[in-house]
């Protein structure tokens, strides 16, 4: 499509047409925040053990005694899985024979007579009994997802970040068919849909695929947004709103279910009240408008000069008597080669260079929701670490922005992942006795992780050549992708050491920091276009690398962020 820009320049970059998108696309970007996080508060696994019946006609001490004492993760506290034999503790508690507490439990001075007897150890035949004193209830308490079904527990994150996956690779093509707006809102009702039906879910099985389906439409309403909104605006205003407005919407999105989580405690009620801000949303479409580009690209070129007309009106500027010529936006008849996927490993740079990327997009989704998972394993009210957690977002994605706009690529992302990954390392010294300490480090984690991950979107770009641009980022976030759907399971390795999950994240953030060395400099420099361009800028050992010669000052500015990037930007 040629000269696009150019003929509805007359719009401007900034009027009340311009702002009256930003603030709906924003608006539209809150339920998908809103539901992310999801996870965390109906599956989270409070405290609990076995369930002793009130008919046993136990007295306290005795009910008490009846569970026993483990070793996790080099502390002590009471068993989740198994007590001691019911019945054997009856016939103890009728007897009359009293047995301190430190004597059962250490299994130490026990004799009927002169015969000394063990007392053995059964599973929760009767149920679990769960701590009430964060949540009232969960779907891991009400579908028992503990001791022999603990399994289930990550697996039900794993098939939301896999409907995310899903999500990303159908939005693409349905909104290149149907158009941006369409499948906007139809990915919002969906995901208010599936919500509230995920409050009725009779059984486990049931309650996995419908948050499975959450997890589509979580994803392809924010993609679907991010591309209309990047399509509509233009210049500076299309870099602050997908690197700065949209992001902060989507995170106060966040914000709120926390806040809602910690006012309705109970999974039902929280599931249904997700599904409000997305249908609150749907009137929205009388004000949301349809790309113009994506119809001038479908040859509907009357719909789009309307549409156009109509923004001149609302920003008081008067459009020309022609503002398509048919023959000026003809699809180009050259002969392209056709490049896909297994291009991007063709030759020895850009397979070099392709690898580090995964591995970058890989740690940092692992990272991120690793962190966010995590948090429920550090002490203190888990509703106000959450809020931290997710407050700390805002200026994250600040300083990335600000980080785009005016340095280089290479240095702040090395630097932010490096802080990330020393603060998280910094745990190991803090997770035992030093808790305030703890969630400051996890914080800076998470500002890191952040500030990194906004430097990646468009580092990645600009790598990429143009003829092989889009599959590039959908590579990426592919491998993204499934770092987030693998991080629920860092938490089973706390169960081990309460210090293996910041292990590994630290590790993977230092291993893509001194990657990062091997990566050329784009900031400044003009994108290639072909993968032959990639042997001259492409991957380089550190001590061979020389920086490109510099381009003049206009050029500079306009490659802080290619509008090119932020169209094909789809996962």
């Not at 008490?64 to 899985?81: F, K, L, M």
């Not at 924010?222 to 399509?231: M, Q, R």
């Not at 590994?504 to 953030?509: A, D, R």
């Not at 361009?533 to 550190?542: D, E, L, N, V």
Request: aromatic letters at 12%.
């Amino acid at each position: 499509m040629q000269n696009y820009e150019s003929s509805v320049s007359f719009l401007g970059t900034w009027g009340p047409f311009q702002r009256n998108v930003v603030i709906m696309l924003c608006l539209m970007s809150i339920p998908s925040g809103f539901n992310i996080l999801s996870t965390i508060f109906l599956l989270v696994s409070p405290p609990h053990h076995c369930h002793i019946p009130t008919n046993s006609n136990l007295s306290q001490d005795w009910i008490q005694a009846s569970i026993p004492v483990e070793q996790v993760a080099g502390q002590q506290q009471r068993s989740s899985c198994s007590r001691y034999e019911l019945d054997m503790v009856k016939n103890l508690s009728v007897s009359g024979i009293n047995f301190s507490q430190d004597q059962i439990q250490n299994q130490s001075g026990f004799n009927l007579g002169s015969s000394p007897f063990v007392l053995k150890q059964e599973q929760c035949r009767d149920g679990w009994t769960y701590s009430t004193e964060y949540f009232q209830s969960t779907a891991v308490t009400e579908f028992n997802l503990v001791c022999r079904d603990e399994w289930k527990q990550p697996l039900n994150s794993l098939v939301y970040f896999i409907g995310g996956l899903v999500g990303c690779w159908l939005s693409g093509p349905l909104s290149d068919r149907f158009g941006r707006k369409p499948v906007l809102f139809g990915a919002t009702l969906m995901l208010s849909v599936f919500s509230s039906a995920l409050a009725f879910a009779p059984s486990w099985p049931i309650f996995i695929c419908l948050f499975g389906m959450m997890g589509v439409g979580q994803i392809a309403s924010y993609i679907a947004g991010f591309v209309l909104g990047s399509e509509i605006l233009m210049g500076s205003v299309r870099v602050i709103f997908c690197g700065l407005c949209l992001p902060i919407s989507y995170v106060f999105g966040i914000m709120m279910l926390s806040g809602t989580a910690y006012l309705v405690r109970t999974w039902r009620l929280l599931s249904l009240i997700m599904a409000v801000p997305g249908l609150a949303c749907i009137p929205l479409w009388w004000l949301v408008p349809e790309s113009p580009r994506w119809l001038v690209s479908c040859r509907r070129m009357k719909e789009a000069d309307l549409f156009l007309r109509s923004a001149a009106l609302k920003n008081k500027v008067e459009p020309p008597s022609v503002i398509f010529n048919p023959s000026k936006f003809e699809a180009r008849n050259q002969k392209t080669e056709s490049l896909g996927f297994l291009d991007l490993l063709r030759t020895t740079n850009i397979r070099c260079m392709t690898l580090i990327l995964w591995l970058f997009w890989f740690s940092n989704n692992l990272c991120y929701f690793g962190v966010s998972f995590n948090m429920s394993n550090l002490s203190g009210d888990p509703y106000m670490n959450y809020f931290l957690l997710f407050a700390i977002e805002l200026p994250g994605y600040t300083a990335s922005y600000l980080a785009i706009r005016f340095f280089p690529r290479r240095l702040p992302l090395m630097c932010f992942s490096l802080l990330a990954a020393i603060a998280l390392l910094l745990l190991l010294v803090t997770l035992d006795g030093y808790p305030n300490i703890t969630i400051c480090l996890v914080l800076m984690g998470k500002f890191g992780t952040l500030g990194a991950s906004g430097l990646l979107y468009v580092y990645t770009g600009e790598l990429s050549p143009t003829v092989i641009r889009n599959t590039a980022m959908s590579s990426s976030g592919t491998w993204g992708k499934v770092g987030s759907a693998i991080s629920p399971y860092l938490m089973v390795l706390a169960v081990y050491n309460q210090a293996l999950p910041w292990i590994v994240v630290s590790s993977l953030s230092f291993l893509s920091v001194l990657l990062c060395l091997f990566l050329p400099e784009t900031f400044g420099q003009p994108l290639p276009d072909t993968i032959q361009q990639i042997s001259q800028t492409g991957f380089r050992w550190p001590w061979a690398y020389r920086n490109p010669p510099k381009t003049d000052e206009k050029s500079e500015k306009n490659q802080t962020i290619s509008p090119e990037i932020i169209c094909t930007t789809r996962l």
